[in-house]
Each structure stands twice: as C-alpha cells, then as structure tokens.
C-alpha cells in the first residue's frame, strides 16, 4: 500500500469514527432546509454546488455541465446512509466523507432514444379501473382505515413509483403496467384519506426518472410533482403525511427519523442479500435505539 493510500485509509478510519460519534450523540443527518437548498441548486446553472456536512461545514461541487449546450448529463441528488459513513470507505474525494448527500450525475443519453407511449391516458384509465375493483384495493381501503384511525393527514407523499410512460428496454419486463398500478394505488390511499372528511389532502410523488409526458399524465390525475432531482419532497414529509413508496435509492426510514413522524409509512422492506443479514439487523436496531432516545431520553440498550 502506497503512502497516499495509507493517509487516505487513516483520515477514512478516522472519519467514521467522528460519523459514529455524531449519530450516537444524536446529530441529525438529514434536515428539511438542506434537501430544499439542494433542489433549488439543482435547478439554477451555477457554476458549483454546495452541500452541508453531518459536521456543519460546507462543501462546494463544480457544477461538470455549466456553460454546455444541450448537456448529456443531469443532477441528481444521491444520499449515503449511516452505513455508508461509518463501515464503507467511498469512492469519493476525502473532503465529501461527512455528507450524508451529494451530486450525482445521471446521462440522459440512453433516456432520449427510448420511445413514449402514445396512448398511455387511456391504458392508465383501464388499469386504475382493474384495480378498483380488484379484491386487493378493497382489503387496502378496509386496512388503510383502520389503521389510520383518528390520525389527522393532509399530504400522501409518494417516492419511487416509476415512470407510466417510457417503453422500457427489450427484457425489462412491463414497467409500465408496474408504474400504472402503483400509482393507481397512491391514488387509492389518497381516497381512502379524504372520504375520511379531509376533502384537501394533497397527492404529491417524486421520481426523478419521470419523463415528461409522464408528469403530465400524473398532473391530470390529481399528482403534483416534487423534486425533480430528488430531494424536495422529503423536505415535505411531516406528522401530518401517509408516505407510500415503492422502489427509492435514497434510505428513506433514516431521512424520515430525522425529519417527522408520519401517520403512515409504507415501502419495501430492508433487502437482507443486498446489505447482508447482519448489517441490516444490525441498522434497525441503531435506528430503533436512536429513536427511542430522543422520544424518551433514555438508552434502553445499555
């Protein structure tokens, strides 16, 4: 091992220790001022972006696509989760070592060769019809109910859902029938939500892959897109917020310890063969510990 990758080693080891020891003393990794800073950046062509630190420094990134005319490339919000910081030594420069977030670049080359969908109002219409009568959206209208109680909600925030209107590639399965139901489903819970006497709850859903005429499609079905780059609408999350997500890069249940409480959440669970079985054994019960501590101020595990 050379010298450099020596230093290197020892300022990561380092690093994660302070890491730990800012999330054991109960420093928030994610903030709603920050994921909002960050999507504004990310709309403007400033010639660099700056991100905050778990520490509290800032850290500044050229922005690769200033000045370029038609850019291949777009931003997007990527996020580290607690492992990442403290057992992973990443790929990136030293200084990004204590942010929980950064800019991530995405080529849209591939993207703009993929054929839309021209009927896909009417295919959304008959797939939302299915699934209204379908046994499976009358047991979630009954759970969805009961599990909501008395709690009051005025936002279903949904991440992840997939596009409705992009031809996947050949081998990818149907994508769109996947995207179709989910949404069809979001839809559902925001029904279920205001026949409950909350007429103004409001749909939104963020997916950074979303195209164009899929926004548009959503727009006329009651979604308001957020987001686009893929922070926003955490920031919009709060006590009073059902979350319905399907498949999101970004560790949602971590971001949302730090940020509210919602009425509901509902996403994928944990992938045990993706991060191993100990490591995700080992991430709940540092989330449940972290959480216990801050609603009743005491450490149950020691």
């Known amino acids: 091992m050379s010298k450099n990758n020596e230093e290197l080693l020892l300022f990561?080891?380092?690093?994660?220790?302070?890491?730990?020891?800012l999330y054991e003393s109960g420093t928030k990794f994610w903030n709603k001022t920050d994921l909002r800073d960050i999507e504004d950046q990310?709309?403007?062509?400033?010639?660099?972006?700056?991100?905050?630190?778990?520490?509290?420094?800032?850290?500044?990134?050229?922005?690769?696509?200033?000045?370029?005319?038609g850019?291949?490339?777009?931003?997007?919000?990527?996020?580290?989760?607690?492992?990442?910081?403290?057992?992973?030594?990443?790929?990136?420069?030293?200084?990004?070592?204590?942010?929980s977030y950064l800019v991530r670049w995405i080529n849209q080359v591939d993207l703009d060769f993929m054929s839309t969908i021209g009927n896909a109002e009417?295919?959304?219409?008959?797939?939302?019809?299915?699934?209204?009568?379908?046994?499976?959206?009358?047991?979630?209208?009954?759970?969805?109910?009961?599990?909501?109680?008395?709690?009051?909600v005025t936002k279903?925030?949904?991440?992840?859902?997939?596009?409705?209107?992009?031809?996947?590639?050949?081998?990818?399965?149907?994508?769109?029938?996947?995207?179709?139901?989910?949404?069809?489903?979001a839809l559902t819970i925001a029904e279920v939500c205001r026949d409950r006497g909350s007429s103004d709850v409001q749909l939104l859903a963020q997916d950074p892959e979303y195209s164009e005429p899929a926004k548009e499609l959503l727009q006329k079905n009651d979604f308001t897109i957020v987001g686009q780059f893929g922070a926003a609408g955490f920031a919009e999350i709060d006590d009073e917020t059902v979350v319905f997500s399907a498949f999101v890069s970004a560790p949602l249940?971590?971001?949302?310890?730090?940020?509210?409480?919602?009425?509901?959440?509902?996403?994928?669970?944990?992938s045990m063969e993706k991060w191993?079985?100990?490591?995700?054994?080992?991430?709940?019960?540092?989330?449940l510990k972290r959480l216990l501590k801050r609603l009743l101020n005491v450490d149950v595990f020691h």
Not at 12 to 21: G, I, L, N
Not at 45 to 65: C, K, L
Not at 162 to 168: A, I, N, S, T, Y
Not at 276 to 287: H, Y
């Open 12 to 21: 990561w080891r380092q690093s994660s220790q302070r890491a730990a020891e």
């Open 42 to 69: 990310l709309s403007t062509e400033a010639r660099e972006f700056t991100v905050q630190s778990i520490n509290g420094d800032p850290v500044s990134t050229p922005n690769i696509m200033f000045g370029a005319r």
């Open 71 to 99: 850019p291949i490339w777009k931003p997007k919000v990527g996020f580290r989760h607690y492992w990442h910081m403290v057992h992973e030594q990443p790929n990136d420069p030293p200084e990004t070592y204590h942010c």
């Open 122 to 152: 009417s295919i959304f219409k008959k797939k939302r019809d299915s699934w209204n009568k379908s046994a499976s959206c009358q047991m979630l209208r009954s759970q969805l109910a009961q599990l909501l109680g008395n709690k009051k």
């Open 156 to 185: 279903v925030i949904c991440f992840g859902l997939g596009d409705m209107c992009r031809q996947p590639p050949e081998g990818w399965g149907d994508l769109l029938l996947v995207g179709m139901i989910q949404h069809s489903v």
């Open 253 to 270: 249940k971590q971001i949302i310890a730090d940020i509210a409480r919602p009425a509901i959440i509902t996403c994928v669970e944990i």
């Open 276 to 287: 191993g079985l100990m490591q995700s054994i080992q991430s709940m019960l540092s989330m």
